[in-house]
T-cell receptor
Framework: GNSVTQMEGPVTLSEEAFLTINCTYT??????LFWYVQYPGEGLQLLLK?????DKGSNKGFEATYRKETTSFHLEKGSVQVSDSAVYFC????????????FGRGTQLTVWP | NAGVTQTPKFQVLKTGQSMTLQCAQD?????MSWYRQDPGMGLRLIHY???????DQGEVPNGYNVSRSTTEDFPLRLLSAAPSQTSVYFC??????????????FGPGTRLTVL
């Protein structure tokens, strides 16, 4: 079946620290991979995506590389800010499932000044 | 563009009551879906629709009904509320999954408590 596993949170960092949130997936075929972010009290927003192996998605200083050999899509940022405090969700989409996203459990990130 | 809107933002029900969660989008998106978000569970798909008049079940459809009479609206009905349906509900839309853009837009959510 299709599933996404994210590292357990919460993650607490100081401002300007390096961030990694691990994400691995199980899927048949060649899924597209996504990171969504949810700020407090809001819905989810697409942060970045990658649609094929070795693609790198990037946005707002965040990056993730689609690694088929390790079935991973880890999220990284070199220097986090307080405004990055949010819940981050890794998700996959299989082309045959017409828009159906499979989400990980989410990782709460808190950044302190 | 208002994007994806949901009403109400908060709702408290008693066990056995019924209600409808409203979802509307003004982006002319073909695809719409409902998710529920529970602590430590991520988001799980309840129902989805690939166009007006077409709906299908997701991962956790029991206890919920949907219909899609227009492109813009996709209401979610709770037939007889149960405490297990206490959750945050998100509606999402996408222009067309077949268009390959793969970006879903989410509403702000409805926080439902069933006593």
């Amino acid at each position: 079946g299709n599933s996404v596993t994210q590292m357990e949170g919460p993650v607490t960092l100081s401002e300007e620290a390096f961030l990694t949130i691990n994400c691995t997936y199980t899927a048949t075929g060649y899924p597209s991979l996504f990171w969504y972010v949810q700020y407090p009290g809001e819905g989810l927003q697409l942060l970045l995506k990658a649609t094929k192996a070795d693609d790198k998605g990037s946005n707002k200083g965040f990056e993730a590389t689609y690694r088929k050999e390790t079935t991973s899509f880890h999220l990284e940022k070199g220097s986090v800010q307080v405004s990055d405090s949010a819940v981050y969700f890794c998700a996959l989409l299989r082309g045959s499932t017409l828009g159906r996203l499979y989400f990980g459990r989410g990782t709460q990130l808190t950044v302190w000044p | 563009n208002a994007g994806v809107t949901q009403t109400p933002k908060f709702q408290v029900l008693k066990t056995g009551q019924s209600m409808t969660l409203q979802c509307a989008q003004d982006m002319n998106h073909e695809y719409m879906s409902w998710y529920r978000q529970d602590p430590g569970m991520g988001l799980r798909l309840i129902h989805y629709s690939v166009g007006a008049g077409i709906t299908d079940q997701g991962e956790v459809p029991n206890g919920y009904n949907v219909s899609r009479s227009t492109t813009e609206d996709f209401p979610l009905r709770l037939l007889s509320a149960a405490p297990s349906q206490t959750s945050v509900y998100f509606c999402a839309s996408e222009r067309s999954p077949l268009a390959g853009r793969h970006e879903q837009f989410f509403g702000p959510g409805t926080r439902l408590t069933v006593l």
